[in-house]
């Protein structure tokens, strides 16, 4: 989890990992790594990105309008 810890942390300005929820399976690692990389994946405001719970329409908009951004770059 070295790498994928060293990403959030930067991405959320230095606030710590909260739990295990923030490993991602192996399946999913490069997805979740690309996400972070391009900020469409942030976490709460305790760093905890919550990977093992249930996405809700709200968060998925917001990745989607970020992805939308992105784009537009």
């Known amino acids: 989890m070295g790498d ?5 942390t930067a991405a959320l300005g230095n606030q710590a990992l909260a739990s295990l929820d923030n490993a991602p399976a192996a399946w999913s690692k490069d997805a979740v790594n690309w996400a972070l990389e391009n900020r469409l994946l942030l976490g709460d405001s305790n760093g905890n990105l919550k990977l093992r719970e249930n996405l809700t329409r709200e968060q998925f908009c917001v990745m989607l309008k970020r992805y939308h951004d992105m784009l537009q770059k």
Do not use: D, I, N, S
């Open 4 to 8: 994928l810890a060293e990403k959030v």
